[in-house]
């Protein structure tokens, strides 16, 4: 099932560093999501994407910058890391209503 | 706004014993709801959604307008049922999907 992959799978960065999550999928979906998971808050909406070039700001995007220059890639970039963003991240694709398919997710520590 | 609540965090039941997982919505217009389920440090896989009335490994879940609720059901549970279990939403028209926190489902044998 490699149709939506993320990488890395487990990232350990340092305070103020950038860092790009990856998420890459083989289905041309139109829509691609990207979700912060924590323990006590669920699944949270970082970005998302109707298409190539076209993003928009979900429940929680500060700290993040996103870009979709092709419709299969869908990068997360945290422009200076903080320790409030250890998180897994999850990346997702859609093509209609009918639900999600989900990446594996990345760990991501910040120490 | 729409809302997804799962108002249990924890859920333990014994082997073979029925389960019923909590989940109820806000949303002005008509929604759409799924389950998605999340085995041990596994990805999202989605369970069920309610306009497709499937039944996946023995879950069930039906949309209650009058009480904005989809609790997920199942009536005998399996030690394999152990996982993460979240309610999610979607508006009309092409939306987002808002999830509730989750409800970690344990069965004991």
């Known amino acids: 099932d490699a149709g939506i992959t993320q990488s890395p799978r487990y990232k350990i960065t340092e305070t103020g560093r950038q860092v790009t999550l990856m998420c890459h999928q083989t289905w041309s979906h139109s829509y691609m999501f990207w979700y912060r998971q924590d323990l006590g808050h669920g699944l949270r909406l970082i970005y998302y994407?109707?298409?190539?070039?076209?993003?928009d700001k979900g429940e929680v995007p500060d700290g993040y910058v996103v870009s979709r220059s092709k419709t299969e890639n869908f990068p997360l970039t945290l422009e200076s890391a903080t320790r409030s963003q250890t998180s897994v991240y999850f990346c997702?694709?859609?093509?209609?209503?009918?639900?999600?398919?989900f990446g594996s997710g990345t760990r991501l520590t910040v120490v | 706004a729409q809302r997804v609540t799962q108002p249990e965090k924890l859920l333990s039941v014994f082997k073979g014993a029925p389960v019923e997982l909590k989940c109820n919505y806000s949303?002005?217009?008509?929604?759409?709801l799924f389950w998605y389920v999340q085995y041990s440090r596994q990805r999202l896989q989605l369970l069920l959604r309610?306009?497709s009335r499937e039944s996946i490994k023995g879950f069930t879940a039906d949309l209650n307008k009058g009480e904005t609720s989809f609790h997920l059901k199942k009536p005998f549970a399996q030690e394999e049922d152990s996982a993460m279990y979240y309610c999610a939403l979607s508006g009309q028209g092409y939306s987002t999907l808002t999830f509730g926190k989750g409800t970690m489902l344990l069965v004991s044998p």
């Open positions: 949303y002005s217009g008509s929604p759409e």
């Open positions: 994407s109707a298409a190539a070039d076209i993003t």
């Open positions: 309610h306009i």
């Open positions: 997702a694709s859609s093509d209609d209503r009918d639900g999600y398919t």
